[in-house]
């Protein structure tokens, strides 16, 4: 991220790549400048060079290492604009439910369903942004310099191989002319390179701009993904809750029956209860009558025995008194 943001600030270097192109056109142009001046100038170009770290990568490197990046999971299908679609977006978003509805468990499944692919989304995302990160670190380990002060580098460098071919071109007396016009062209070269490292700026510069637009992008996938989780996490408590009262609800309900028919079998079995203790109390009283007449069958039994006994002696004595007088006894 560092190495696509290096791009956004201007140049900084003690030689600007335009007055060095400029200067060596008009060297290139004039018949009588000074070979000391050529000299000097081709010198300062080098002791710059040379004090530069020898590890400096070139426009073209950093050119690749850029379309790289730009090519990493995750960065592929991503829209600046803006409107592509949240993960978790084609899920299904049931309708609301209305307040004091029943929760179905359909919907409950549906829910633990769409929290396992909002996880798995958000560890894919996860994955490519800490794979995005891993890649921008060693682009920005490889790259070592700025990219300006690499693009300058072979600015100076094509300004130091006018210089050199002008210089050549001098010492050659025999053709001023082609030499004239040879250095006429590298100039011309050396603008529309100029030129070309413009353009690659605003292409360095844009893809900055990109590099930070997906930053705020994905902190806002982030965040977006923190509350649908947040959210499903409450759809799924207050379901649980929903069902878990209901099913005390209807727990409650069906023990209220139990207990209302338990209720009316004690009824039941106090009326049957009572009832029998009713007939009980006709059964004792029936046997204590009965006890009462059977007692009293006994006496009047024991009386008509006693009576028998006597008639049974009197005519004993009838019988002797009968013998003794004489008579016949039938």
């Known amino acids: 991220m560092e190495s696509c943001r290096a791009a956004h600030h201007p140049w900084q270097n003690h ?8 200067f060596a056109l008009s060297m290139s142009q004039s018949d009588g400048i000074s070979m000391d001046v050529l000299h000097q100038e081709a010198d300062h170009i080098q002791a710059w060079l040379t004090s530069r770290p020898s590890s400096a990568p070139s426009p073209y490197q950093m050119k690749a290492v850029s ?11 991503w829209d600046p604009s803006g409107t592509e679609k949240l993960p978790g977006a084609e899920l299904d978003h049931p309708e609301e439910d209305e307040p004091g509805a029943p929760v179905s468990a359909e919907r409950c499944r549906r829910l633990e369903l769409q929290l396992a692919a909002l996880r798995e989304e958000l560890a894919s995302c996860s994955c490519c942004t800490e794979e995005l ?6 682009c920005d380990a490889d790259t070592g310099p700025s990219l300006e002060e690499a693009s300058d580098a072979c600015a100076q460098e094509d300004v130091l191989q006018v210089l050199k071919l002008t210089m050549a071109n001098s010492n050659e007396p025999q053709a001023p002319h082609a030499s004239s016009a040879g250095s006429l062209q590298d100039g011309k070269a050396l603008l529309a390179m100029q030129e070309h490292l413009v353009s690659l700026r605003g292409k360095y510069l844009h893809m900055g701009q990109q590099c930070q637009a997906f930053e705020h992008h994905l902190g806002e996938i982030e965040a977006e993904e923190e509350r649908c ?5 409450r759809n799924t408590e207050a379901a649980a809750a929903a069902e878990c009262r209901s099913s005390w609800a209807a727990a409650l309900s ?11 079998h004690l009824e039941q079995l106090g009326g049957e209860l009572l ?4 007939r009980l109390g006709a059964v004792r009283r029936e046997s204590t009558r009965l006890e009462a007449a059977a007692r009293q069958d006994e006496c009047t039994l024991e009386q008509f025995r006693l009576q028998l006994r006597r008639l049974h002696a009197r ?3 009838l019988e002797v008194e009968a013998q003794l007088l004489g008579l016949a006894v039938p």
């Open 275 to 278: 009832e029998a203790q009713l």
């Open 67 to 77: 379309g790289k990046a730009r090519e990493a999971p995750g960065c592929r299908d």
């Open 133 to 138: 990160a891993a890649k921008l670190s060693a």
């Open 254 to 264: 069906e023990h209220t029956l139990w207990v209302d028919e338990g209720e009316r």
């Open 229 to 233: 989780l947040r959210e499903a996490d």
């Open 15 to 22: 030689r600007a790549v335009v007055p060095a192109a400029a």
């Open 315 to 317: 005519n004993a004595g």
